[in-house]
């Protein structure tokens, strides 16, 4: 059964930093573009980055960009996002997903697998 196994979520002030980790298990990991998505109370489960397989290439949302930054390592099947600078309105459940597609730009109509999702909470 495939597995996508989030870490790292927690509770942090405004402004600290956290780092998601994401490891997969039982499919071909370096194969697939991944990424993470999150979820807030309330509102619609929205695509945060995305890594492609071979070129790592990325994508970010606009709100995180400046301040979140992905990457993986195939040896490890592991992502991560290290995110900086939290701000209130990054508070969210945070799901780590694998495409069904090398690169990136299908968002969740493209993915394959998901992770059981991680919370994080930004609050003073």
């Known amino acids: 059964q495939v597995q996508l196994v989030e870490s790292g979520g927690g509770s942090v002030q405004p402004g600290g930093s956290l780092r998601l980790s994401c490891t997969g298990s039982r499919f071909t990991f370096d194969h697939w573009a991944i990424g993470w998505f999150r979820q807030a109370p309330g509102k619609e489960r929205e695509e945060v980055s995305c890594?492609?397989?071979?070129?790592?290439?990325?994508y970010y949302i606009d709100s995180v960009k400046g301040r979140f930054t992905i990457s993986r390592d195939n040896p490890k099947n592991t992502m991560y996002l290290q995110m900086n600078s939290l701000k209130p309105e990054d508070t969210a459940v945070y799901y780590c997903?694998?495409?069904?597609?090398?690169?990136?730009?299908?968002?969740?109509?493209?993915?394959?697998?998901w992770g059981q999702g991680i919370q994080v909470t930004v609050s003073s």
């Open positions: 997903a694998a495409y069904r597609e090398r690169v990136c730009g299908s968002a969740a109509a493209g993915v394959r697998y």
């Open positions: 890594i492609s397989s071979r070129d790592r290439n990325t």
